[in-house]
């Protein structure tokens, strides 16, 4: 296999190890000579390793810690269209 550039989905089923063997060999290589496709693989894996650990509780946690109200209320408000 042989890209001009790998897209970020094929990034993201790259790091959930979506392809097989020997087509993650031939990413890997890519990687290893496209700096624009490395820089790009980079922050999808630091943004993959963010969403893995997301949870409700974690964010209602950061929100308590931060003085931050988890949800706000609405009551009484009414829209319209």
């Given at each position: ?54 949870t ?10 931060h ?15």
């Open positions: 296999m042989r890209w001009t550039h790998l897209s970020s989905g094929q990034l993201v089923d790259y790091f959930s190890r979506e392809w097989l063997p020997e087509q993650e060999a031939a990413i890997e290589t890519h990687l290893a000579g496209c700096d624009s496709c490395a820089q790009n693989a980079s922050v999808i894996f630091e943004v993959l390793g963010f969403t893995d650990s997301w409700a509780h974690a964010q209602e946690r950061t929100h308590q810690a003085g931050v109200p988890a949800h706000r209320e609405y009551a009484g408000s009414t829209r319209s269209a």
